[in-house]
C-alpha cells in the first residue's frame, strides 16, 4: 500500500480536483483506493458523490478522544473508500490545528491502521501548504504530487516552500495544472518553476479545460463527458504516471 499526498502552495491549485479524478481513475484500473479529505474545506465529498457537505468526519477524532477517525467512511459509486473532513466552526478548527500541533505523527498513525493490499493506494487532499495537514501529510506520504498552476503568485510560494517540503518527503513529482498554451506570460512562469524545482520530475501538465468545472456541477468527469479533450487526455497521462509507480496489481485482481 503506498501512501500520496496532493499538495500546492497556492489556494484553488487543483488539489481537490487532481485527487478525486485520480480516485476514480485508479479504481477504475483496479487498484483499492482510500481517500482521505485532510482538507477542513470538506470538498472532496462533493467530487465523489455526496451531494452535501458530510458534517462529520476525520475532524470529529481531532476534537473528540472518544471518536474513531474512520467512522464516517462512505464507498463513491465507483468503489472509491473515502473519509470526509467534516464540517467544521472556526473555534473547532484550531482545536483540530492544537490537537495536530500536539500530535505530529497523527495522520501517519491513522494511515497505519489502513489494510489495503499491497497495490492499494491512500490518497491525501490537503488544504493550501504550509499548514499542518499539509504537513502532516507530507510526511506519511510515499510520494507528493506538488499542484502548481503557472501563476507568478503561485511560482512565489512555490520557490518560498519547496525546501521544507522535499525534506518533508523524499519525493516530491511536481503536476502543472491550469496551463493555458496561448498565454505568453505562462511560459516565463513555467521557465521559472522548471528553475526553482531543480531537477523535480514534472509528473504531468494538466491543460485548463472550461468544460471541466462544469462537469463536475453536473455530478459528472470531464474524462467522461469530454474524452476527447487535453485536459482528460492529460488527467489519464497522470493516472498512468501514478499506476506505473505502484506496485503492480495483484494477479488475481489484474486476471
Ligand atoms: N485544469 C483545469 N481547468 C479548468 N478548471 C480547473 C482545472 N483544475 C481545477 N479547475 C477548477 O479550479 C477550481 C479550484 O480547483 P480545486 O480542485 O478546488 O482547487 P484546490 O483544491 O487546490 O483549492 C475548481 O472550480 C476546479 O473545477
Ligand atoms: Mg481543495
Given at each position: 500500500?503506498?501512501?500520496?499526498?496532493?499538495?500546492?502552495?497556492?489556494?484553488?491549485?487543483?488539489?481537490?480536483?487532481?485527487?478525486?479524478?485520480?480516485?476514480?481513475?485508479?479504481?477504475?484500473?483496479?487498484?483499492?483506493?482510500?481517500?482521505?479529505?485532510?482538507?477542513?474545506q470538506?470538498?472532496?465529498?462533493?467530487?465523489?458523490?455526496?451531494?452535501?457537505?458530510?458534517?462529520?468526519?476525520?475532524?470529529?477524532?481531532?476534537?473528540?478522544?472518544?471518536?474513531?477517525?474512520h467512522?464516517?467512511?462512505?464507498?463513491?459509486d465507483?468503489?472509491?473508500?473515502?473519509?470526509?473532513?467534516?464540517?467544521?466552526?472556526?473555534?473547532?478548527?484550531?482545536a483540530?490545528?492544537?490537537?495536530?500541533a500536539?500530535h505530529?505523527?497523527?495522520l501517519?498513525?491513522?494511515?497505519?491502521?489502513?489494510?489495503?493490499?499491497?497495490?492499494?493506494?491512500?490518497?491525501?487532499?490537503?488544504?493550501?501548504?504550509?499548514?499542518?495537514?499539509?504537513?502532516?501529510?507530507?510526511?506519511?506520504?510515499?510520494?507528493?504530487?506538488?499542484?502548481?498552476?503557472?501563476?507568478?503568485?503561485?511560482?512565489?510560494?512555490?520557490?518560498?516552500?519547496?525546501?521544507?517540503?522535499?525534506e518533508?518527503?523524499a519525493?516530491?513529482r511536481?503536476?502543472?495544472?491550469?496551463?493555458?498554451?496561448?498565454?505568453?506570460?505562462?511560459?516565463?512562469?513555467?521557465?521559472?518553476?522548471?528553475?526553482?524545482?531543480?531537477?523535480?520530475?514534472?509528473?504531468q501538465?494538466?491543460?485548463?479545460?472550461?468544460?471541466?468545472?462544469?462537469a463536475?456541477?453536473?455530478?459528472?468527469?470531464?474524462v467522461?463527458?469530454?474524452?476527447?479533450s487535453?485536459?482528460?487526455?492529460d488527467?489519464h497521462?497522470?493516472?498512468?504516471?501514478?499506476?506505473?509507480?505502484?506496485?503492480?496489481?495483484?494477479?488475481s485482481?489484474?486476471?
Amino acid at each position: 500500500m503506498k501512501t500520496i499526498a496532493v499538495i500546492s502552495m497556492a489556494g484553488g491549485a487543483g488539489r481537490t480536483t487532481l485527487a478525486a479524478t485520480l480516485a476514480v481513475l485508479l479504481a477504475r484500473r483496479g487498484r483499492e483506493v482510500v481517500a482521505l479529505d485532510f482538507d477542513p474545506q470538506n470538498m472532496l465529498g462533493a467530487w465523489l458523490g455526496l451531494d452535501t457537505l458530510a458534517p462529520r468526519g476525520i475532524a470529529k477524532a481531532l476534537t473528540d478522544a472518544s471518536e474513531t477517525w474512520h467512522t464516517h467512511t462512505w464507498r463513491s459509486d465507483e468503489g472509491v473508500l473515502f473519509v470526509p473532513h467534516g464540517n467544521v466552526t472556526l473555534d473547532e478548527a484550531a482545536a483540530c490545528d492544537a490537537h495536530l500541533a500536539a500530535h505530529p505523527q497523527w495522520l501517519e498513525r491513522a494511515i497505519g491502521e489502513i489494510a489495503l493490499p499491497e497495490s492499494g493506494v491512500v490518497l491525501i487532499d490537503t488544504p493550501r501548504y504550509p499548514s499542518r495537514q499539509a504537513q502532516q501529510a507530507a510526511r506519511a506520504a510515499d510520494l507528493v504530487l506538488c499542484v502548481c498552476p503557472p501563476e507568478p503568485a503561485a511560482c512565489g510560494g512555490f520557490v518560498a516552500h519547496l525546501p521544507a517540503l522535499r525534506e518533508a518527503c523524499a519525493d516530491v513529482r511536481i503536476v502543472v495544472n491550469r496551463l493555458n498554451p496561448a498565454r505568453e506570460m505562462q511560459r516565463d512562469v513555467l521557465a521559472m518553476l522548471r528553475a526553482a524545482a531543480a531537477g523535480l520530475p514534472v509528473a504531468q501538465r494538466i491543460h485548463m479545460e472550461a468544460a471541466l468545472p462544469e462537469a463536475f456541477a453536473r455530478g459528472g468527469w470531464i474524462v467522461d463527458e469530454a474524452p476527447q479533450s487535453q485536459a482528460s487526455h492529460d488527467l489519464h497521462g497522470l493516472a498512468e504516471h501514478v499506476d506505473a509507480w505502484l506496485p503492480a496489481l495483484e494477479a488475481s485482481l489484474a486476471a
